[in-house]
């Protein structure tokens, strides 16, 4: 791995597109920088200084520009905390607000001068906060287990609510809890902003503390006379790709209109200018990224802005829409922040000296996604990335992304890198239940069918060996989280097909990962995986452990301590239990680390031991 690999992302625009604030990962844990774009001191750019050690996993501007709000885990937990300090760079300040000792604090937004928060304490049960960064005081609009609140403004709250694979949208405004769109079971309502409600969105920016107070009484018991609100939201409901959606609440109902949708693709996410001028769009072409932008006065669909890479996100706007931040990527373009104008459609270099990562070959910018055919006829989205010597290929490896709905795209990976430029094949497939592909192929693995996606990844072993893109003795299997599993998995229902496996963070036993998860996750997953009483006999077939003896092929086990999203006892139960029956593993725990392991020097750790695992592996292969 190129440990000088610097991965700029996140970033947060200020209002008056003056400045903004990302992340930074270049060293030690992701940390949060400000920069400045206009006025005296453009160019500079400060650190943000926070007294807890960790990864900062997030940055926003406040509407009124006066403060930064971070999300920051701990040692590289997956419980976060949120701190605020003040854009004055000479004011060193920094103040825990969320007040969570014991459970998870998620930064959404701000709403005005307040943060917009969800606190999720050891009972799994979230409630949906406005903090005021002055002095702490908490305003609960929502408390439910599963609830997640998407936005807030003057008296009406957005809030998710549903497990995994079955969101739905409600609105709380005055004494009542609309629910934004029909029933459509399945549908996924996750995503949306409040627009106005007869005053612009850009209001915000205008409250006080104490005038934001007033628009949010504790019992959410007020403007019952309001008239109506208006929203954006992002949604499948009643189709099969994400689309955005106006919906207006008012007196006389709900009702609801299309403002940009397509037949073959669905939108990963939009953000609107304070003053309701500009909305931009990111669309999702099979992996690829396509950045449009919408006139919302007369919802004018301008052609799409090129990309300087293939893959983008995180999108910001600043209040008037004069400019719009993202993060780019490419498999040889290490994560960047770029700015651009939406009406002159040019592009601000930022970083002024990029730090270009290991070139990934075998992918260019004409490259388009590989399809593989299952054996019951559905076709898989994949991505291949060759060594730059194909003859030289030592071997290769199919490698699963996590979620499961999650999904391969042809964005910087530091590990595919290294695996590639070592002479291993990358093959980066979406098997069924992958994001991207539309809300059928997103189910195509709930409960009983999961037994279809574990036979997706022998199918790409198929794949590999019939177009002679590898040796069939030197295929080894890898994946992260859910792609850990998956990968425990298709080890144990397929074990004549693999030389070798990695399993990072990955669930070992379905029944297990239910009893110790965190409860919030436990709650969500059960339409995904089955219920941990109902459908036991299912998650016992399921469970790589239960089969444990099957697995054959040697096996890097690998975890973060602090992760309570799989808990790191998944992994050691595995690696005992291959002890015992005398396979060869190896366990690789990163003590100052989560599911994420986040730290550089952990990654780079987490490179050179699979790419040297997976070369001993493929050594071993007698000819």
Not at 92 to 108: F, K, N, P, S, V
Not at 253 to 270: H, K, L, N, Q, T
Not at 384 to 398: N, Y
Request: aromatic residues 8%; negative net charge; glycine residues 10%.
């Amino acid at each position: 791995m190129a440990h000088g690999v610097r991965a700029l992302y996140g970033a947060s625009l200020s209002p008056d597109a003056t400045a903004f604030a990302h992340l930074v990962d270049d060293g030690g844990y992701p940390r949060a920088v400000q920069r400045f774009l206009r006025g005296q001191r453009a160019s500079s750019s400060r650190d943000v200084e926070l007294p807890v050690t960790g990864p900062v996993t997030r940055v926003i501007h406040s509407a009124d520009g006066h403060w930064l709000a971070c999300q920051v885990a701990p040692d590289g937990a997956n419980r976060s905390q949120i701190w605020i300090v003040t854009t004055d760079p000479d004011d060193r300040m920094a103040r825990r607000i969320d007040g969570e000792e014991h459970g998870t604090a998620e930064l959404i937004g701000w709403d005005g001068t307040r943060v917009a928060a969800i606190l999720t304490g050891e009972d799994g049960i979230g409630r949906s906060c406005l903090i005021d960064p002055g002095d702490g005081f908490t305003n609960v609009l929502d408390r439910r287990s599963g609830g997640r609140l998407v936005d807030a403004w003057a008296g009406a709250a957005l809030i998710r609510v549903g497990p995994r694979g079955y969101h739905e949208m409600i609105m709380l405004h005055g004494d009542s809890e609309v629910a934004l769109l029909p029933s459509d079971p399945g549908s996924v309502t996750a995503a949306g902003v409040i627009l106005d409600d007869h005053h612009p969105r850009r209001i915000r920016s205008g409250l006080t503390g104490e005038e934001t107070r007033l628009h949010y009484p504790s019992k959410m018991c007020r403007n019952a006379g309001l008239g109506y609100v208006r929203a954006l939201v992002l949604s499948d409901n009643g189709c099969e790709y994400t689309r955005l959606l106006e919906v207006t609440v008012s007196e006389d109902g709900v009702s609801y209109f299309v403002v940009a949708e397509r037949p073959d693709c669905g939108i990963d996410e939009f953000a609107v200018s304070d003053d309701l001028s500009t909305i931009a769009l990111l669309w999702n072409l099979q992996g690829r990224s396509e950045l449009q932008i919408i006139e919302y006065s007369d919802y004018t669909l301008a052609p799409p802005i090129p990309l300087p890479g293939p893959v983008a996100g995180e999108l910001s706007i600043s209040a008037g829409g004069s400019l719009v931040a993202m993060t780019i990527q490419g498999p040889d373009q290490p994560r960047t922040v770029e700015l651009v104008n939406p009406r002159t459609r040019e592009w601000e270099l930022i970083d002024r000296k990029p730090t270009r990562g290991p070139v990934i070959t075998g992918f260019t910018a004409e490259s388009e996604p590989e399809r593989i055919t299952a054996r019951d006829g559905l076709s898989l989205n994949a991505w291949l990335f060759r060594p730059p010597d194909v003859s030289e290929s030592t071997g290769a490896v199919v490698y699963l992304h996590g979620g499961p709905e999650g999904q391969a795209r042809p964005g910087y990976d530091e590990i595919f890198a290294r695996l590639v430029n070592d002479g291993i094949t990358v093959l980066a497939p979406n098997v069924r239940g992958s994001g991207g592909f539309g809300r059928t192929f997103v189910h195509a693995d709930d409960k009983e069918k999961r037994f279809a996606a574990i036979d997706d990844v022998a199918d790409c072993v198929r794949f590999l060996v019939d177009n002679k893109l590898a040796d069939s003795r030197r295929i080894a299997c890898a994946g992260w989280s859910y792609g850990g599993y998956l990968t425990l998995a298709a080890l144990t229902f397929h074990p004549d097909l693999f030389a070798a496996g990695v399993s990072i963070c990955g669930m070992s036993d379905l029944g297990t990962f239910y009893r110790n998860t965190e409860p919030w996750i436990a709650d969500a997953a059960y339409p995904e995986y089955g219920h941990p009483v109902n459908d036991r006999e299912l998650l016992d077939r399921l469970s790589p452990l239960q089969r444990v003896d099957a697995l054959t092929a040697p096996l890097l086990v690998v975890h973060g301590a602090h992760d309570t999203n799989v808990p790191v006892g998944e992994s050691e139960q595995i690696v005992e239990a291959l002890r015992r029956a005398g396979r060869d593993v190896r366990y690789l725990l990163f003590d100052d680390d989560g599911h994420a392991i986040s730290k550089r020097e952990n990654r780079a750790v987490l490179a050179d031991a699979m790419s040297d695992w997976l070369h001993k592996a493929f050594a071993a292969v007698t000819v």
